[in-house]
């Protein structure tokens, strides 16, 4: 089969090389699991993050490697155990980012925690924007909000941020985020009830004079993690969570993790319960997302669509950050 592969650590748009003989995973299969011809894959700054790291990448992911962890496909072939789906059905999924195989490639396969069954008509493009942001969104919001709760997620226009506004409304919270003024029209469309423009000033003074009071903070930044969770005794809940999901793989950001964990409150650490986040896949979470999105309840935002031969420029596109939605590359054609 074909497959997008990196041999070694380095940068992605020069590592990466386009294979035509890479070996097809096929049946036998183990429990739970399913054979998927890729459909389109979404690309995630993960996707290229972690291999550019040098020595630390061949600790934590297994080369060669096909990147990508987020796809929509048409199963193949499943598993003797496997009821929820057969072949010809169409899924979402989320493969283990640190093994070789990845959404770059013409099949996969799926263990059952990390797909979710889709109509058989759905849009797969919308499909594959969906699993590692929509999980992400899902596993920081649900455990900790009940209807009517306040929530504020900082970062509110990133690929994160856009499905925790979706997903927090569609769990019955008043949302407010933060964001540039270039992205307020969105946020709002996608129902966010108030907004914090941080390029209008300070965002703690800003939360700080707002009066408002959260039942949960979601930090999809991660950079401003020293001054808002310090300060989030004034807008957050004795209770409530702050859940950082930002954050680059450097000293500075684990040392800011470090000292809000560990400085108590008295000394200038923040008050409130910090819980920092990896995402996991869940298969019940991702049947839930395929739900809402099946539903119209939630939708993946796209910014930019690349044919399989050109996966290298769509990198090259995720790397500006500059995009207001999903990347996705189309793997093969849906018949």
């Known amino acids: 089969m074909k497959a997008w592969q990196i041999a070694a650590p380095g940068t992605i748009e020069n590592s990466l090389k386009l294979i035509d003989n890479a070996t097809k995973p096929a049946p036998p299969l183990k429990k739970g699991q399913i054979l998927v011809e890729v459909i389109s894959a979404g690309l995630n700054p993960a996707d290229y993050k ?57 099949y996969v396969v799926a263990e059952r925690a990390g797909y979710a069954a889709l109509p058989g008509d759905f849009d797969m493009d919308v499909a594959a924007g969906a699993p590692t942001t929509a999980l992400t969104a899902y596993q920081t919001i649900k455990p900790y909000v009940e209807t009517g709760s306040k929530v504020f997620i900082n970062g509110g226009s990133g690929g994160v941020g856009t499905f925790g506004i979706q997903i927090a409304k569609a769990l019955g919270c008043y949302v407010a985020v933060s964001c540039s003024t270039t992205k307020k029209e969105l946020c709002e469309k996608l129902g966010a009830d108030e907004i914090f423009d941080y390029k209008a000033g300070d965002l703690v003074a ?27 005794k004034h807008y957050l809940k004795p209770k409530g969570a702050y859940v950082l999901v930002g954050g680059s793989a450097s000293l500075k950001s684990a040392r800011n993790v470090a000292v809000a964990k560990l400085v108590p409150s008295f000394l200038g650490g923040g008050r409130n319960k910090l819980v920092t986040y990896m995402t996991s896949n869940n298969h019940d979470d991702l049947a839930q997302i395929a739900q809402w999105l099946g539903e119209g309840k939630v939708k993946t935002i796209i910014d930019a669509t690349f044919e399989f031969e050109e996966a290298a420029q769509a990198f090259v596109h995720l790397k500006k950050g500059s995009s207001s939605g999903k990347v996705i590359v189309h793997v093969s054609k849906k018949t």
């Open 50 to 106: 972690t291999v550019e790291m040098g020595f630390l990448s061949k600790a934590i992911l297994s080369f060669p490697k096909t990147p990508g962890m987020d796809l929509s496909g048409r199963v193949v072939a499943v598993a003797d155990d496997v009821t929820d789906v057969k072949a010809g059905d169409v899924v979402l999924a989320r493969v283990d980012p640190t093994k070789g195989a990845g959404s770059l490639s013409q």
């Open 206 to 232: 800003q939360l700080k004079e707002s009066g408002k009071v959260f039942d949960l903070i979601v930090d999809n930044v991660g950079s401003s993690l020293p001054g808002l969770y310090q300060q989030s």
